[in-house]
């Protein structure tokens, strides 16, 4: 929070922020926390319970005709629109303040088909939701939208996305905006995954490894509380750091030996074909795996390896408390996550380690929409956002 | 800035904020970027003039009695102590609050002669180089300390440093408090290298790395414009990342093929003695290739290679803009950084390496010194600082 930023927000701001974590507060706890004076509290809550977001508590009203004495954040009084666009699958959600999905839809669509079929698809998807909910955009806080690949963080614009023909420096805040006036943040699907993980299965933690496995390979890494996005938006493309095995395994990106070359689901399923198991996507290896098949089993282990040896890398250099593995291809279970632990525990200083802890992802394939609302959300309750609208 | 944090501030360091890039302001100015009243700003500004942290500026004192009208930072208005311990080595400098040394001094010391003989040296010396100054203890703002080991950042504590016996869980910050009362910060020795690059020749950039190569190697991360020090206060520790060359050569940290094993100074040291060159240290290798000897350039080159390899995973992962080699090995000049240079634009992803800069360090072995100084003027200057010293 800059200085410039917090100056219009009058208290309006700071109040809020402390009554976001859910916890009931009277205003001579929200005077004493904030240093304002008590008559400036008195008016500031009533600025924003006319705004809707604070609520007084149910159990506090007092009798007798006083106000209420203890104020809580409303989760229900605005609306986040969620929106997970996948390389072949797109989905949509309303959700609360908490990022609770309220109402979802879900369909096969090609990214491919570029920024404006999508986002039409988007934007009537999300209209039609509130319809059915019987609200407006007006109830709308804020979108937030996931993409397959690398977004620049400053403008919400994809750059030079490989699965995403026509996208390249779209403005799709912009192009949303003018379609439903609420304010749009775009982030890199692993991105706001780490970020849906983290809300649901680690809520206090400040550095978190998120590793999506599925036709492609990528981490989503908050680092001291916040999402790390890199320079150019592209951190975590941990797909085409080249591993140990296979070397002559060619990579569509140019390379040799790239890990999503090896231990992706295609890549797997490619092997186990080698070896005579009928396997065309990562879909038949994890129902392979499933059915008990020995071969695709150790195939799932060796990727899960793999995936270990780049992870190594990452443990020594970011010190994760938490890594989650997700994506489709964690759905094998344990299978992959046993190969992960073997390299990084063999391989990571014992430092590093120590406090460590390698699980396969709670949130699941809930992780992307509740991520896209923890991203929609944060935003819109941050002090920037509430300072100008208190003004 | 929590909101709790910055409550009793009242506008000070709001004010001060503003200033601290040394630009200077009028009154009319910061009322304007603060949103505070005119009559406030006032009053703020006398009583950081009063506190002697920022000064009127020379060239706008107006004639004819009236109050000068353009204020900005005094770096001269109090000292950091910056103080560097390394493995042999140790250095303490007094420092004005934009980090210039004003005077400084050096001598051999081991750090493995514990906490207590080392620290009273750094009392002592600190004391001895603000009395050659004519100052005094009142005159500091606070100091710096980096150290050769992994530093728990909420404590100030080393944590099972390995180089560092008797030191483990060392109340550095108490102890040296109780022996000279000014605020002390403690961090690890290549975190604060990082800040002193960043500081002397990067000052805008976001997302950095600097790595140190010289008995051993390790890196120091700025991500989002913060030291990423991870979970235990370990990130950057690349020393022990097994590469793929010399998987038969054997590690001190118990695993074969670190990074450290072979590309370190000792490393190419002692893998020239294997081919009948004269070189016991990493400063020998340095001289070697001074003076043009072939083979020392091929090794260096080799470890730039070696160092790169692990360098395109970081790379990948953070999305880094600069890495930064420093270190004493990087004294051999563009030899190593062509090997790092030569695997990391090879294997890195093009959208990550796109503006990506490799450089030799420009702090070089001015960089722990400045850094410390970074660490102590960036807490004696935080809002959360001034806001105590206001009230």
Known sequence: MSVEQSAGAAGVSELFQLLRDGAPRTRAELAKST???RSTVAARVDELMRMGLISAVAGAVSTGGRPPSQFALNPRARLAIAADIGASHATVALTDLAGTVLIEHSEPLAVALGPEPVLTWLVDNARMLLERMGRTVDHVAAMGIGVPGPVEHSTGQPVN???MPGWDRFDIPGWVQQHIGVPVLVDNDVNIMALGERALAWPGVEHLMFVKVATGIG???I???HLHRGAQGVAGDIGHVQISRGSDVACPCGNHGCLEALASG???ARALR???????SGGDVVDLVKRGNID???AV???GRDIGEVLTTSVSLMNPSVIAIGGGMARVGEHLIAGVREVVYKRSTPLATEYLSIVQSAAAEKAAILGASMLAVEHALSPESLSGFAR
Chains 1, 2 share one sequence.
Do not use: D, K, N
Not at 274 to 280: C, L, P, S, T, W
């Open 35 to 37: 240093g304002l004076a």
């Open 161 to 163: 996305p490989p699965i």
């Open 219 to 221: 981490a989503g890494m």
């Open 223 to 225: 680092s001291g509380g």
């Open 266 to 268: 295609p890549a797997i």
């Open 274 to 280: 080698e070896q005579g198991v009928e396997a065309h």
């Open 296 to 298: 695709a089993i150790q």
């Open 301 to 303: 282990r060796q990727a």
